[in-house]
């Protein structure tokens, strides 16, 4: 043997920073006690973090730029994570949780709902029912901002996507809704998770219960419109009556019902829980910081006059004179992003910043993390909605914010989301003041979405003519 021969060989790749942990479980107990706290202390530790749980590692990733890598650049190394997996059993196959060709062809059909034509037609609806529900609010009145919006975002999905009116099936869907999020902790949206699931019989059964109520709803809604045979226009219709004309195979060009139930409870899901959520913190930062609410007030109170008597109802053409808006409601969203964190399972070996990452390993990324970066966000801990103006925008590099994803699974009702927080914020902004009670000390519930830990009581006072903060 040569002396050549005789050297070790050399891996070309940097090391990841490693996460302290147990000698068994690795990082498990340290992320089921603290999930947000855990994940932000890794992320200090350097680029890419390897975290080990158990057996299995998982890699953190925190710079927008290895963001990027796995979202978009190189997303066909990777397919859906544990996580969104573990949601399987109450989602199906719906567009959060399927794969290409799948997803591919189920986005294709579904994507023409959010066109611009269609959500501008909605602003419309929505306008109209927060203010029916805003004259239900007493002034004075103290409630759980949380579990309030709810109700109505999901009157609204309800209405604006399927044309239905669930008014009257808000609180009992609502409780299903939430006992199901929270039945999914952290052991089961890990490596081991399946495994766990299937173990646990009682939850199984439980998870059983509150899935058959929305199922009876969304069965219910796709049964009438497949009878009626008549296209509403609306989301509904489209999944039940259009055809794929790009698919080769005849039977794929329908949805079968169970697909058609696992998109619609996918987009009534997630297209009122994130709204909800976002708009419950933004109040939350609204209530400790008045000097940016009288600033808020000040633009809505241009468009709508005062705010006992209100001159008309927002529309869709006032959505660029709600630019200070826009900001509060995208700062709301660095600080709590509602999908906060979210992973994707390598298929192939792959390289981040010289890491290697193996096939069959996890890549973390996180919202909650990235912005919240020092480096990229000055002083990232405070309420500051101009961080958001049109030119300190496009200063930043792409993946610094990503509250809805990216690449070709970015979620799908981004554009409808962002005019609903903003006329759903101006418009509850411009009536009532709203106020956390005192006492209150939020604290995070980081699920599958950033809920605020028991809720969010509050304290909502008419406004009065000419008021400010």
């Not at 609806?125 to 004259?135: P, T």
């Not at 000040?298 to 808006?325: F, H, I, K, S």
């Not at 709203?434 to 000390?441: E, I, N, S």
């Amino acid at each position: 043997m040569t002396t050549h021969e005789a050297l070790p060989a050399i891996s070309r790749f940097a090391q990841p920073a490693d996460f302290p942990g147990h000698w068994l479980w690795g990082a498990a107990p340290a992320f089921n006690a603290d999930p947000v706290g855990a994940m932000m202390a890794a992320a200090r530790l350097g680029r890419v973090v390897r975290m080990r749980f158990l057996n299995s590692h998982v890699y953190l990733l925190r710079e927008p730029e290895d963001v990027r890598h796995v979202l978009v650049e190189n997303h066909r190394a990777y397919r859906k994570g544990y996580g969104l997996q573990a949601l399987k059993p109450i989602l199906g196959e719906g567009l959060l949780t399927s794969e290409p060709p799948l997803h591919t062809r189920q986005r294709r059909m579904i994507q023409p709902a959010f066109h611009r034509q269609r959500i501008a037609a909605y602003a419309d609806i929505i306008a109209r029912y927060v203010d029916e529900h805003l004259a239900t609010w007493q002034d004075g009145a103290q409630f759980d901002l949380h579990e309030e919006l709810m109700r109505l975002t999901m009157v609204i999905v309800a209405r604006c996507l399927f044309d239905v009116d669930v008014s009257r099936e808000a609180a009992q869907v609502g409780r299903a809704i939430t006992d199901l999020i929270q039945m999914f902790d952290l052991n089961r949206i890990g490596p081991l998770g399946q495994f766990i699931d299937r173990l646990d019989l009682r939850k199984r059964r439980e998870r059983s219960r509150r899935l058959k109520v929305l199922d009876d709803l969304i069965y219910a809604m796709i049964r009438s419109r497949r009878s009626e045979g008549v296209d509403h226009g609306d989301l509904l219709s489209m999944i039940v009556l259009a055809q794929d004309e790009e698919a080769t195979n005849a039977a794929d060009r329908h949805m079968s019902e169970k697909l058609a139930r696992d998109e619609v409870l996918t987009l009534f899901i997630a297209g009122h829980e994130t709204t909800a959520i976002a708009l419950t913190w933004t109040f939350y930062l609204l209530s400790q910081h008045p000097e940016v609410e009288a600033r808020l007030h000040e633009e809505v109170d241009a468009l709508l006059g005062d705010p006992q008597r209100p001159r008309r109802l927002l529309t869709w053409d006032d959505l660029p004179n709600l630019e200070y808006t826009r900001r509060v409601f995208a700062e709301a969203m660095r600080l709590y992003p509602p999908a906060w964190a979210t992973s994707r399972l390598a298929i192939a070996d792959d390289e981040i910043a010289g890491v290697r990452i193996p096939k069959g390993t996890s890549v973390l990324v996180s919202p909650y993390v990235t912005h919240r970066l020092e480096h990229l966000w000055p002083e990232p801990e405070r309420f500051e909605p101009d961080r958001f103006a049109p030119e300190e925008e496009h200063r930043r590099p792409k993946f610094t914010y990503f509250p809805f994803g990216g690449g070709p699974r970015r979620c799908i009702g981004e554009p409808f989301a962002w005019m609903e927080g903003q006329l759903l914020l101006a418009t509850i902004a411009h009536r009532y003041r709203v106020r956390v009670m005192p006492g209150y000390v939020a604290e995070l519930d980081p699920q599958i979405t950033l809920r605020p830990r028991h809720g969010m009581p509050v304290l909502a006072t008419r406004r009065r003519t000419g008021t400010r903060g």
